[in-house]
Nanobody
Framework: QVQLVESGGGLVQAGGSLRLSCAASGRTFSSYIMGWFRQAPGKEREIVAA????????YYADSVKGRFTISRDNAKNTVYLQMNSLKPEDTAVYYCAASTAIAVVTSRARYAYWGQGTQVTVSS
């Protein structure tokens, strides 16, 4: 089992940047596929990005490609989401999640462990 704690959210103006961090407990962080999801008010939770165990493979939602970068540091048990050129439509609660899948997966159902979420608000 793994416990996840997100940080780094906040209020930023459109065009600005934020870096989210997700710290994981336990000694097996490197065995998990990690993902970032977000949920805006009144909308379904959607995947933003995901990364493989060794960082060799990544996935990005079309809406964030070229603006967001997911990375991980297995020595620090941490996954990051660098968010640049933020837009008001990026406003949401962002969640970190861990999956025991072998390869990168994008379905919420494949992620068994979730953080509590961190709010990101982008003002226009």
């Amino acid at each position: 089992q793994v416990q996840l704690v997100e940080s780094g959210g906040g209020l930023v103006q459109a065009g600005g940047s934020l870096r989210l961090s997700c710290a994981a407990s336990g000694r097996t962080f490197s065995s998990y596929i990690m993902g970032w999801f977000r949920q805006a008010p009144g909308k379904e939770r959607e995947i933003v990005a995901a990364i493989s165990r060794s960082s060799s493979s990544t996935y990005y939602a079309d809406s964030v490609k070229g603006r967001f970068t997911i990375s991980r540091d297995n020595a620090k048990n941490t996954v990051y989401l660098q968010m640049n050129s933020l837009k008001p439509e990026d406003t949401a609660v962002y969640y970190c999640a861990a999956s025991t899948a072998i390869a990168v997966v994008t379905s919420r159902a494949r992620y068994a462990y979730w953080g509590q979420g961190t709010q990101v608000t982008v003002s226009s």
